[in-house]
């Protein structure tokens, strides 16, 4: 080996190195390496997420299409809810939670256990109204009100607790009182061989003990609803015939409310089938809406005067009397949120969401109870204060009812103290007629289930027109106590 070459050989090997282009060349290829691999990884993190959005808004168009699942076949037959809450299942569990009992501040009822009897086996029912508010006896004396009469419970209890009231129990009534208390779709088809009039007016005629056998639970689905369409109808004949008389004289004659009703209507008049006032019409107490002159308390009132109607004779006064009854569909007509365009479902039911679909919330309750979905769906402010609203409503009707209530007890015992003194039919004519029309337009306040909040300034309209009757009535006592020597001394 040469000396060069041993040189050469003696001397250490360099490492490769690269110039600090060359460096930075590798550096980006690398980091080049690294990003595809972070996009493809983001692509397909990005891609999995469309994909699976695509797929749950192709789930919930399909849920929109097909609302229900059919699980079984209904028809017009098809009367037990439980068989239509296999197709409709959230709606059924909330129509299975009207058996809760909550009270609010001024209506609804938590039950109170009592002994069973063989008269009535109800180991629970709410509590007496005339018992905590004795002047109701006064206005009702003589009638069965004023014997038994409670705060009304959910609908799952409407039927129980119409066959064991005393005044069912204690009293004759017709058959026609179970149109509002039960499911009588069924009944009415049967009695009238598929005729629905004919077996409503058979209905109507029986003794109310021979018309309970009829029936054998509380308003269903089959009563609000068509089976096939599931669209909502009317299978009440006495609200048919008077809401075509309503919309007649509104400039809709020969109106057939199940082929011309609007659905934001339906959402209304399907609760108003029961939610009114009425009449048992005739020696067949056909049940009847007494509409013919408007739905104001007022306008009904000279449609009884005008027919000449009585429920009762006055066991204190001897005036001929009328009861109201539930009239809600009327005083929630002279409102605020009627004249809006909200329903009746729109408040009681409100819709609620699960998954796609929009419920009805068929838990048919205050909207008190479910300020959130009934309450804030429009208004915007918070619950306490949509809350402090409708009690501050409620709370002067209730202070105006009382006042009214007074002022009819008064008068009664006027009246009664004058038929003591000796006064007769012609003296008392007068005030008794006074006495009557008060009278009933204080019990359409009170018998409103809303306490007024349907429309407080016409529950209040309603009122001071009842003050007013109250004092001409006085007034008439006075004048022919003044005009009649005899009675005049007897009445001082």
Request: with cysteine.
């Given at each position: ?8 050989a ?6 490769l190195?690269?110039d600090p282009?060359a460096?930075?060349?590798v550096r980006?290829?690398?980091t080049?390496?690294?990003?595809l691999?972070g996009?493809?990884?983001i692509?397909a ?10 797929m749950n808004?192709?789930e ?5 299409r097909n ?5 079984v076949e209904?028809t ?5 809810p ?5 197709n409709f299942?959230?709606?059924y ?11 609010t501040?001024?209506?609804g009822?938590?039950?109170e256990?009592?002994t069973?009897?063989s008269?009535?086996?109800r ?7 005339v018992?905590?508010d004795p ?6 004396a003589?009638?069965?009100f004023?014997?038994d009469?409670?705060e009304?419970?959910?609908h799952a209890?409407?039927?129980?607790d ?5 005044r069912?129990?204690?009293f ?7 149109n509002?208390?039960?499911?009588t ?10 005729d629905?009039?004919?077996?409503f007016?058979k209905?109507?005629?029986m003794?109310y003990?021979?018309?309970r056998t009829?029936?054998?639970r509380s308003?269903a689905c089959?009563?609000?609803?068509d089976a096939e369409?599931?669209a909502l109808r009317i ?10 008389i ?12 199940n ?5 934001q209507?339906m959402r209304?008049?399907v609760?108003?089938?029961?939610h ?5 019409a005739?020696a067949?107490?056909?049940?009847t809406?007494p509409w013919?002159?408007?739905?104001k308390a007022?306008?009904?009132l000279?449609?009884?005067t005008e027919t000449?109607f009585?429920?009762w004779t ?11 009854q539930?009239?809600e569909?009327e ?10 365009g909200v329903s009746?479902?729109d408040?009681?039911m409100?819709?609620t ?12 309750r205050s909207p008190?109870?479910n300020?959130?979905n009934a ?9 306490a204060?949509?809350?402090?609203r409708?009690?501050?409503i ?9 006042l009214a209530l007074d002022?009819l007890?008064e008068?009664?015992n006027?009246?009664?103290a004058?038929m003591?003194?000796?006064a007769?039919d012609s003296e ?11 009278s ?5 306040v009170?018998a409103?289930n ?10 209040v ?6 003050l007013?009757?109250c004092?001409k009535?006085?007034n008439?006592?006075?004048n022919r106590?003044?005009s009649?020597p ?7």
């Open positions: 080996m040469s000396a060069k070459e041993n040189k050469i003696r001397t250490p090997r360099r490492p190195s690269l282009m460096r930075l060349r980006r290829g690398a080049s390496t690294g990003a691999i996009v493809a990884l692509t993190i990005a891609a999995f997420g469309v994909m699976a959005l695509l808004i192709a919930r168009k399909q849920e929109g609302p229900f699942f059919r699980v209904l017009d037959d098809t009367h037990d439980a068989q239509w809450g296999k299942p959230y709606q569990d909330s129509y299975k939670r009207t058996v809760d009992m909550l009270r501040r001024f209506g009822s938590e039950a256990p009592r069973p009897t008269k009535d086996p180991e629970a029912a709410s509590f007496s109204r018992e905590e002047r109701l006896k006064v206005m009702w003589g009638y069965a004023a014997v009469f409670r009304e419970r959910g209890y409407m039927l129980e119409q066959t064991y009231t005393e069912v129990t204690d004759k009534q017709p058959g026609t009182c179970i509002c208390h039960a499911s779709y069924e009944a009415y088809k049967k009695l009238g061989d598929g629905l009039q004919a077996g007016d209905l109507n005629a003794p003990s021979e018309a009829h029936v054998s308003v089959v009563d609000c609803h369409s599931m299978t009440r004949p006495a609200f048919m015939k008077a809401i075509a309503v919309k007649e004289s509104q400039g809709l004659p020969g109106y057939d409310v082929r011309d009703a609007t659905r209507e209304s008049f609760c108003a089938q029961c009114v006032e009425y009449y048992f005739g067949e107490k056909r049940l809406y013919m002159k408007g739905l007022d306008e009904i000279a449609y009884y000449g009585k429920d006055h066991a204190k006064t001897g005036a001929p009397m009328l009861k109201a539930h009239p569909f005083m929630w007509n002279q409102g605020t949120h009627a004249r809006a009746c479902a408040c009681h409100p819709y969401r699960v998954g796609a679909m929009k419920v009805s919330d068929h838990h048919v008190l109870l300020i959130a309450c804030q769906t429009c208004h915007k402010a918070s619950e204060e949509l809350l402090d409708a009690e501050t409620q709370s002067r009707t209730a202070f105006s009812l009382g002022a007890v008068l009664v006027d009246i009664e004058r003591k003194a000796g007769g008392l004519e007068e005030a008794r007629g006074w006495h009557r029309k008060a009933f337009l204080i019990d359409f009170s409103e809303s306490s007024g909040f349907h429309a407080d300034q016409e529950s309209r309603v009122l001071t027109l009842a007013d009757y004092r009535g006085q008439a006592l006075r106590a003044t009649i005899g009675v005049a001394r007897a009445a001082q």
